[in-house]
């Protein structure tokens, strides 16, 4: 596993070194955007698992419309009668529309953690997501709604979750 986490954190700097130097010829403004807010996610365990949270995620522009996301989400809940924590470490490019209503899609892969007392479990995950931004301020815009499908294997069990998450972006 220890193998696995190294070789991802290798491609992802490097994904993102990738990314760092056709910005600067462009001459692109805003060229980092930061992402908090609230965030539901349902799990497709047997039996499901519906958990609340939080999200976090960095994206630096290569251009007007293309970027590098970095997303970090925490999650709690109950299963089964246990109290739970599910983390997802995800990276990956993101294409936007620029404009006051600005649509944007990502393809992300990291891992996911899930975590109980005394039981412990980690994945490999992947997810496709959308999403729409609004502005409010100059620097600052309205997360509407970021929903992604994340696809893990925890436990040697394959699910698809669903993560629909809403919060504040501040342009940089």
Request: overall charge negative; proline content about 4%; charged content about 10%.
């Amino acid at each position: 596993m220890a193998v696995r986490r190294t070789a991802l954190f290798v491609l992802c700097t490097m994904f993102a070194c990738l990314f760092t130097i056709p910005t600067r010829a462009q001459g692109v403004t805003d060229k980092v955007e930061v992402f908090g807010g609230y965030s539901f996610m349902h799990y497709g365990f047997s039996p499901s698992l519906n958990t609340n949270g939080w999200e976090l995620a960095g994206e630096y522009k290569v251009n007007h419309w293309l970027g590098g996301v970095a997303d970090i989400a925490g999650h709690y809940g109950t299963f089964q009668g246990v109290s739970t924590h599910l983390n997802d470490y995800l990276f990956g490019p993101q294409a936007s529309f620029p404009a006051p209503v600005s649509p944007f899609a990502h393809v992300l892969v990291g891992e996911e953690h899930f975590g109980a007392t005394g039981v412990t479990n980690n994945s490999f995950a992947y997810g496709l997501g959308f999403g729409i931004d609004t502005s409010i301020l100059p620097q600052i815009k309205w997360r509407i709604v970021q929903l992604d499908v994340i696809h893990s294997h925890l436990f040697n069990d394959g699910q698809s979750n669903t993560r629909v998450s809403t919060g504040l972006v501040v342009h940089f």
